[in-house]
C-alpha cells in the first residue's frame, strides 16, 4: 500500500513540474465559465492574479469566438503588457476588439520600443489609431524608431534613456533621477549612460555600482568594463548576438555621427535571439513561420511550396530508381532493402545539417573551422556507416541467405553515410556564402543528394556485382 501511494506522489510530482509556469487547466476553465455566464466581476477576479503573459496565452489559446467575448467582457481591465506579449498573428484582431478608450489607455503605459512592436505589422487605420492614443512627444518618439528600417537596431531601440554627463558624481545623478518626473524615465533601466559633450556616449553605470558608492565618487570611476555602442544601422540579429556574446544588459544606440538616439535592453535583445531560433527551426520543418493561432488556409499556403519541393526531390529520386528497374524486376529482395539505405543516409544528413545550420546562426562555423567540421562529420558518418554496414550485412545474409547482397547493402550504407555528413555540412555553407538562408533551403538538398546517392550506389552495385 505504501508502494502505491510513493507511486502516487511521484507521479504528481512529476505532472506538477510538467506543468510548471504553465496556465492552470482550471483556472482556465473557469475564466471561460465566467465569460460565458457573462459575469463580469468574476472574471475580473479570476483574471488579476495571471501575469500578462499568462493572458496573452490564454488568448492565444482559446478559439476567436470564446476570445472576442472574453476581450468584450474584460474591458477596460486590458493591460498594454497584454498586447505587447500577444504573438502578432493574432494581434491585430485583439486591437480590433478594444474600444478606442480602453486602447488608447493601455498603449500609454508601454514605452517607446514595446508600441513600436506593437504597431509595425499593422494596416495604416490601426496604426494611426494607436498613435493617435499616445502623447505628441511619444508619438513622435514612436514615429521616428519608425521611420529606420525593419529588422535594425534603430526599429529596436527605445528612446526612453537614462544618461549623465561624463563630470557628474554619484550624488548628482542620484539627486537628478529623483527630481526627473516618473513619466520621463523608463518603467525598468539598468544603467546610466555616460556621455560626453556632444552626447557621444562614452560609457555605463549600473545601477548596484551607483547605489552602493559614495556620492562623491565620480561616475567615471565606477564604468562597466564591457561597454558596446550599437549603430541605428546594425541589423537586430547582429544586436542579439552581441548581447548573448558580451553578455549585455543594454546598450547605447547612436545615430551616424555617434549621438546618443535610444538604448536597447536585454529583454529586446532576447526576444529577438528567441524569434530566430524558432524562425530556422520552422524552416529546417519547412511549415514557414506560423503559428498555432493561424488559420487553415493560411497554414496550407504556407506548407505548400516545400511539400511541393518534396514532391520533385521525390520524382528524382524515382527517376534513379528507375533506371534499375530490370535489376529490380529480377532481385526482389533490391526493393525491400533499397529504402533502409536512403532512410539511413537522410537521417545522418539531417543530424549533420541541424548541427552546420546552427553553428551557422552563433557564428561558431567559420572560415578557420570549416574544414575541420566537414572533415569531423565525414568521419563521423564513415564511422557509422561501417557500423551499421556489418549490421545490414548480416540481415542480408540472414534474411536472403545472399553474402553478395549483404557485401553490396553493407558498401552502399557506408558510401551514403559519408555523402550525408558532407552534404549535411557543405550544402548550408555554400548556400550561406551565397546569400541563401541555410536553414530555409538545406533541407530539400539535402534529401535530394541522400536519397539519389543511396538509391544509385545501392542499386548500381547490386547491378554489377549480383546480375
Given at each position: 500500500m505504501s508502494d502505491q501511494i510513493e507511486e502516487l506522489e511521484q507521479a504528481a510530482v512529476e505532472e506538477d513540474?510538467?506543468?510548471?509556469?504553465?496556465?492552470?487547466?482550471?483556472?482556465?476553465?473557469?475564466?471561460?465559465?465566467?465569460?460565458?455566464?457573462?459575469?463580469?466581476?468574476?472574471?475580473?477576479?479570476?483574471?488579476?492574479?495571471l501575469h500578462a503573459a499568462d493572458i496573452a496565452d490564454l488568448l492565444e489559446q482559446v478559439d476567436a469566438d470564446d476570445r472576442a467575448a472574453l476581450i468584450r467582457l474584460y474591458d477596460r481591465e486590458f493591460d498594454g503588457e497584454i498586447l505587447s506579449e500577444l504573438h502578432e498573428s493574432i494581434r491585430e484582431e485583439v486591437i480590433s476588439l478594444l474600444t478606442p478608450e480602453v486602447l488608447s489607455e493601455a498603449v500609454r503605459e508601454l514605452d517607446s520600443d514595446d508600441v513600436v512592436d506593437l504597431i509595425e505589422d499593422l494596416e495604416n487605420d490601426q496604426q494611426e489609431a494607436i498613435l493617435g492614443a499616445l502623447e505628441d512627444v511619444d508619438r513622435v518618439a514612436v514615429e521616428q524608431a519608425l521611420s529606420w528600417p525593419e529588422y535594425s537596431a534603430g526599429r529596436l531601440m527605445q528612446r526612453e534613456v537614462v544618461m549623465a554627463p561624463e563630470h557628474w558624481t554619484v550624488g548628482q545623478t542620484i539627486d537628478h533621477l529623483r527630481k526627473t518626473a516618473e513619466e520621463d524615465l523608463p518603467d525598468q533601466f539598468y544603467h546610466i549612460v555616460m556621455v560626453d559633450p556632444r552626447l557621444h556616449p562614452v560609457g555605463n553605470v549600473t545601477l548596484g555600482k551607483l547605489m552602493r558608492s559614495k556620492r562623491d565618487t565620480l561616475l567615471k570611476d565606477i564604468l562597466e568594463d564591457t561597454f558596446q555602442v550599437i549603430p541605428a544601422m546594425r541589423d537586430e540579429g547582429d544586436v542579439a548576438y552581441a548581447f548573448n556574446q558580451y553578455h549585455l544588459i543594454s546598450a547605447p544606440v547612436v545615430d551616424d555621427e555617434g549621438r546618443l538616439i535610444g538604448v536597447i535592453t536585454i529583454d529586446d535583445a532576447m526576444s529577438v535571439l528567441d524569434e530566430e531560433h524558432e524562425e530556422d527551426i520552422l524552416r529546417l520543418a519547412g511549415v514557414g513561420e506560423g503559428s498555432l493561432s493561424d488559420r487553415v488556409i493560411e497554414t496550407t499556403k504556407q506548407r505548400l511550396p516545400w511539400l511541393a519541393v518534396n514532391l520533385v526531390t521525390a520524382i528524382a529520386a524515382s527517376m534513379v530508381i528507375s533506371q534499375f528497374e530490370a535489376a529490380i524486376t529480377q532481385i526482389v529482395a533490391l526493393a525491400v532493402l533499397m529504402p533502409i539505405v536512403a532512410s539511413m543516409g537522410g537521417n545522418a544528413g539531417t543530424q549533420s545539417l541541424t548541427v552546420a545550420v546552427r553553428a551557422i546562426a552563433t557564428r561558431d562555423l567559420t572560415g578557420s573551422n570549416v574544414w575541420r567540421v566537414i572533415r569531423r562529420e565525414c568521419l563521423v558518418g564513415l564511422i557509422n556507416g561501417l557500423i551499421f554496414a556489418a549490421v545490414m550485412g548480416v540481415v542480408g545474409i540472414v534474411w536472403f541467405g545472399s553474402p553478395a547482397l549483404g557485401y553490396v547493402i553493407a558498401t552502399a550504407m557506408v558510401v551514403n553515410m559519408v555523402v550525408a555528413g558532407l552534404a549535411g555540412t557543405g550544402i548550408p555553407i555554400l548556400l550561406e556564402r551565397f546569400g541563401v538562408d541555410p536553414a530555409l533551403a538545406s533541407g530539400a538538398f539535402v534529401t535530394t543528394v541522400t536519397d539519389v546517392v543511396g538509391f544509385f550506389a545501392f542499386l548500381g552495385l547490386a547491378a554489377l556485382v549480383l546480375l
Open positions: 513540474e510538467n506543468e510548471a509556469y504553465s496556465l492552470d487547466r482550471k483556472a482556465v476553465a473557469a475564466i471561460l465559465t465566467a465569460v460565458e455566464e457573462g459575469d463580469q466581476a468574476g472574471l475580473t477576479a479570476l483574471m488579476e492574479p
